[in-house]
């Protein structure tokens, strides 16, 4: 199957400092990629959509300013957290949709984001 | 506005007990539907993906089943195993807005 990439696993960083996190489609191109949040013990929320080339699209309550998503390739797309503050702290879980080939996503292993 | 529910949203077993799992969902336009499992701190293991136009799908002792017009899917784990134990989610990959939602899942404990 496709495979999904995220860097770091994990990361620990101090109150007010800005995290980016990876998401590399290996083998395949991702038209569209989406971030999810999963707090303890809760589901997976989607944040945002983003295409590559264009804007992305945030899920309502997701402020745009502090989570930043830049999709530069069909194969990376990035996330930002600005600003972290200990109530950021998530596992954070993106996706990769292949668009016309596939209508499956496929996942990364997520990275566990632990703000001091 | 597509809702995913998965009942129970905890279950206990002794080893051995064939289960069900359940996900409804609230809006039929779908592509497709897909079990995961999770284990604690960890990220997702694709179990099973039903496209909508399928009734079921087998892998080894899992066996999912997709109704559609009822907005109806259940995961049945057969000989369940302690290996097992994880939380399964569920997740709809809607038509009219290209993504999945997922619902609140379903933590599985297999006793030995």
């Known amino acids: 199957g496709a495979v999904v990439s995220q860097h770091p696993s994990w990361v620990i960083c101090k109150s007010g400092t800005s995290v980016k996190i990876e998401c590399r489609s290996l083998?395949?191109?991702?038209?569209?990629m989406f971030w999810y949040r999963q707090f303890p013990k809760q589901s997976l929320m989607l944040m945002a959509t983003?295409?590559?080339?264009?804007?992305?699209?945030?899920e309502q309550g997701v402020e745009k300013d502090k989570f930043l998503i830049n999709h530069a390739s069909l194969t990376l797309s990035t996330l930002t957290v600005t600003s972290a503050h200990p109530e950021d702290s998530s596992f954070y879980i993106c996706?990769?949709?292949?668009?016309?080939?596939?209508?499956?996503?496929?996942f990364g292993p997520g990275t566990r984001l632990t703000v001091l | 506005k597509q809702e995913v529910t998965q009942i129970p949203a905890a279950l206990s077993v002794p080893e051995g007990e064939n289960l069900v799992l359940n996900c409804s969902f609230t809006?039929?336009?779908?592509?497709?539907l897909q079990w995961f499992r999770q284990d604690p701190g960890k990220g997702l293991t694709s179990l099973l993906l039903?496209?909508?136009?399928?009734r079921e799908q087998t892998s080894g002792r899992l066996n999912a089943s997709l109704d559609k017009s009822s907005g109806r899917s259940t995961l049945y784990i057969a000989a369940s195993q302690p290996g097992d134990s994880a939380t399964y989610l569920c997740?709809?990959?809607?038509?009219?807005?290209?993504?999945?939602?997922f619902g609140d899942g379903t933590t599985l404990t297999v006793k030995p």
């Open positions: 809006d039929s336009a779908i592509y497709n």
């Open positions: 997740a709809v990959l809607n038509t009219n807005a290209g993504k999945s939602t």
């Open positions: 083998d395949f191109q991702a038209t569209t």
């Open positions: 039903i496209q909508s136009s399928q």
């Open positions: 996706s990769a949709y292949p668009g016309l080939a596939g209508l499956e996503q496929f």
């Open positions: 983003s295409n590559e080339g264009s804007k992305a699209t945030y």
